[in-house]
């Protein structure tokens, strides 16, 4: 059994596409997964299987969300092993920042410099960005919501063709906990 964290993109929030987290947790263990548990409103889940096929996982969740509840959401599934070498690899000193201040966007695919390249970096300084293993660390001194640099990276142009959502640091960390088991 490898245990694997799913992220749902944009439920719970702004009043739309409610899935309340004892409905997601009943969904997935009705999809045959163990040792199912969530995190926060905001669209993780934790969950045990026996086949490790990321994709088709996260293509099975979105479809029983739609067949549930009524709409489409876009899910990225990922195990333990990435969780935590994602979190290991953090180009940013991590412990001396304020959690609100560290973000990885996880995306469904790799991603390369190219994509990024109409951002002028140095005009959104002290924000900066680097590139992972199919993740985006973003450094927004004052917050994800006042930070003009994490508006830029998550223009359509630039996520066009992928699922892409972003974590605050605590989160990642809870993740790399939650699927340690």
């Known amino acids: 059994m490898t245990t694997y964290a799913a992220l749902l993109r ?33 669209g993780q889940a934790v969950f045990s299987c026996a086949h490790g096929d990321e994709e088709a996982l996260a293509a099975e969740l979105g479809r029983a969300i ?16 990435y969780l935590r070498a994602v979190a290991a690899s953090c180009p940013f ?11 990885v966007t996880y995306f469904s695919a790799p991603v390369d410099a190219d994509r990024f ?16 293993d199919r993740a985006l ?5 004052d917050g994800l919501g006042r930070s003009k640099l994490a508006e830029q990276l998550s223009r359509r142009s630039v996520t066009k063709g992928l699922i892409a959502t972003t974590r605050n640091w605590n989160t990642v960390l809870k993740l790399v906990e939650m699927t340690a088991r």
């Open 10 to 42: 944009g439920i719970n929030v702004g009043g739309s596409k409610k899935v309340p987290m004892a409905e997601l947790r009943t969904l997935l263990e009705g999809l045959g997964h163990a040792d199912v548990r969530t995190h926060l409103q905001s």
């Open 66 to 81: 739609e067949q549930r509840f009524g709409f489409a959401v876009d899910v990225i599934v990922r195990d333990h092993a």
């Open 93 to 103: 000193p991590a412990a001396d920042l304020q959690p609100r201040q560290l973000h």
């Open 117 to 132: 390249c109409a951002i002028d970096q140095a005009a959104h300084l002290p924000e900066e960005f680097r590139l992972g």
């Open 137 to 141: 660390y973003l450094y927004a001194p």
